[in-house]
């Protein structure tokens, strides 16, 4: 397993992070096979680190007005 220290929410200090999909290639969810799953050892909360999420798109109809 690959592992990397990241502040944990859950537990509310840095703590070690182990990858679901450690061989590259191996993720099924990602295009390059490049897993962004990471969980706490300590306590299993779940990151996804290492990539920029999309923006969200607006809802139908919403107006890009403020006032």
Same mark, same amino acid.
């Not at 690959?2 to 295009?31: K, L, M, N, R, S």
């Not at 390059?32 to 923006?55: N, Q, V, Y």
């Given at each position: $397993?690959?592992?990397?220290?990241?502040? #944990?929410? @859950? +537990? !509310?200090? /840095?703590?070690?992070?182990?990858?679901?999909? &450690?061989? %590259?290639?191996? +993720?099924? /969810?990602?295009? @390059?096979? +490049? #897993? !962004?799953?990471?969980? #706490?050892?300590? +306590? !299993? &909360? %779940? *990151? *996804?680190? !290492?990539? $920029?999420?999309?923006?969200?798109?607006? &809802?139908?109809? %919403?107006?890009?007005?403020? %006032?």
């Amino acid at each position: $397993m690959v592992e990397t220290i990241q502040y #944990c929410p @859950d +537990c !509310g200090w /840095d703590q070690p992070f182990e990858q679901h999909h &450690a061989v %590259a290639g191996t +993720c099924p /969810d990602t295009a @390059d096979g +490049c #897993c !962004g799953e990471w969980s #706490c050892t300590e +306590c !299993g &909360a %779940a *990151l *996804l680190i !290492g990539f $920029m999420s999309r923006p969200a798109a607006p &809802a139908r109809g %919403a107006s890009r007005r403020v %006032a």
